[in-house]
């Protein structure tokens, strides 16, 4: 397989076996799947069928119990604390549903944060934040505080947050969530902007309309995928 082919994302039996008093909660169970790279995924299921913790293994927030994790071509799913810290915040971009801005910092230090831990110089800083503002069309609002935002103007920021780093990988977990329909349909159209331009996704949603708009669908119930299917 050439490097150009390699999937960015390689699951080869992933599991996670969470252990609470004396129960056992198999959350992701023996998940195999591959997501080429440039792929609008969403990841689909009834609640508590295993999306987030899925998302969570893949954006390396946690660590499988078994299986193995490929990223782009790197084995990853045995990597120390350090390490997952430094793939994270190199190669993936994440989008949660609340947010997670630091309500004393401005809009354009929120997105400028995380690129100050690859020492990377101040100049190339203030260039991506611009054009990561530009992006979203949020550059008017760069000195502002979160709190002076509506919920919808501070998706668009964690969304130029996460894009700003450039990463290898956007993952989106319910980022609709707490916006009302207008707004979830602006943040939705810049999803849609990203992948044509070349971003790789992954999505969880419970909204079938959103669903639809990703190229495919990985259905998970009880821990483990039960279907997939593209979309036009």
Do not use: W
Request: net charge neutral; glycine share 10%; hydrophobic share 40%.
């Amino acid at each position: 397989m050439q490097a150009s082919d390699t999937p960015i994302i390689r699951l080869e039996g992933v599991k996670k076996v969470f252990h609470t008093d004396e129960v056992e909660t198999h959350a992701v169970a023996d998940v195999r799947c591959e997501i080429p790279r440039g792929q609008y995924v969403c990841i689909a299921g009834p609640s508590g069928s295993g999306k987030t913790t899925l998302l969570s293994l893949i954006g390396l927030l946690d660590t499988p119990t078994a299986g193995t994790y490929l990223l782009d071509g790197r084995e990853v799913s045995r990597l120390s604390a350090t390490q997952r810290a430094r793939v994270r915040n190199e190669r993936i971009g994440f989008v949660f549903q609340s947010f997670n801005l630091i309500g004393d910092l401005t809009v354009a230090e929120n997105i400028e944060l995380p690129l100050t831990y690859r020492a990377m110089p101040a100049a190339e800083r203030r260039r991506r934040v611009e054009s990561a503002l530009e992006r979203v069309g949020m550059s008017h609002r760069a000195r502002h505080l979160p709190a002076q935002l509506s919920g919808g103007q501070q998706q668009r920021v964690a969304v130029a947050r996460a894009v700003a780093g450039e990463p290898l990988l956007l993952l989106a977990d319910e980022p609709t969530g707490n916006l009302d329909s207008r707004n979830g349909d602006a943040v939705m159209g810049l999803l849609r902007e990203l992948h044509r331009s070349g971003t790789t996704i992954v999505m969880v949603t419970h909204n079938p309309e959103y669903a639809r708009q990703a190229e495919r669908t990985i259905h998970l119930f009880d821990g483990r995928v039960v279907e997939e299917g593209g979309h036009a």
